[in-house]
């Protein structure tokens, strides 16, 4: 059974007393929660808007948790990025729902990783993106659909371009988990076409650091991950990749990263 609520938020402000311009609404659907927000002037008519998928219920936009929804905004009323919807899902579990197939637990604190995101990616694609479409006034063309998330929610994104090449053809992975048991083997494994995708890949330099466990890999295996795309993806519409010196595997150099990883992926095609 599908529920809807619409919740309107007024007069959001950041530390610096900026007001937002766009709207943030809320809807629930198949019992996830959708934190979805509407560019400034939304709807436009005769405008379709491009649409971003965000793991996490949207974290590293929510304007409670960081400041980066209004750096977006400062994107669209520079020019720099053309206005855009996100869409932030809700996870049920996000140890299942964000890695592509079953592995131990790092440490006997949490329990072992699912492996459903195959089953989470389906809800995304056919449950979702769809509703999305139908309600608000979006592009629905895989061209300007994007998938991005953080760390697991990085490692599913990724995931999506595998299992969903038609669907999205924009994906960023911000800090994502290329440390998960058989990534990498995956990757070697599975041909990619990327030529009608773009793809945004990054890392912050401290990421591992002081950990004993697989994930003291982080920044090399995320490099590595670069490294095979860039070898067998064939990127025509562009690759990148960056390391932010300093940053750790945080929420706040998270959120920090998600515009500009925004704008790289929907700015004018790059050689």
Known sequence: ??????????????????????????RNVNQRCLLIYLPPGYPQDGYHYPVVYVQDTG????????????HVEEMFAHGELSPLILVGIEPFNRLDEYTPWPAPA??????????????????VVEVCKPFIDKHFQTDPRAEMTAIIGKSL?????????YLYPHVFRKIASISGSFWYPGVIEYMKEQPIDGR???????VGSM??????????????RTKEAYALLEESGN??????????EGAE????????????ALKWLYSVERK
Do not use: C
């Open 1 to 26: 059974m599908m529920m809807i609520q619409k919740i309107m938020v007024f007069f959001v402000t950041n530390r610096r007393g900026t007001l937002l311009k766009g709207t943030f609404v809320t």
């Open 59 to 70: 974290d590293v936009f929510d304007p409670d948790q960081s400041d980066s929804i209004f």
């Open 196 to 202: 009608m995708h773009r793809l945004y890949l990054d």
């Open 207 to 220: 990421e591992g650091w002081g950990k004993e466990n697989i994930q003291k890999e982080m920044v090399a």
């Open 153 to 161: 929610g990085g490692l599913i994104s990724l995931y999506a371009l």
């Open 235 to 244: 990127f025509q519409r562009g690759l990148h990749f960056t390391v932010e």
């Open 106 to 123: 790092l440490d006997n604190r949490f329990a072992d990783f699912g492996g459903q995101g195959a089953a989470y990616l389906e809800f």
């Open 249 to 260: 595997h945080q929420l706040p150099f998270f959120a920090k990263r998600f515009p500009h």
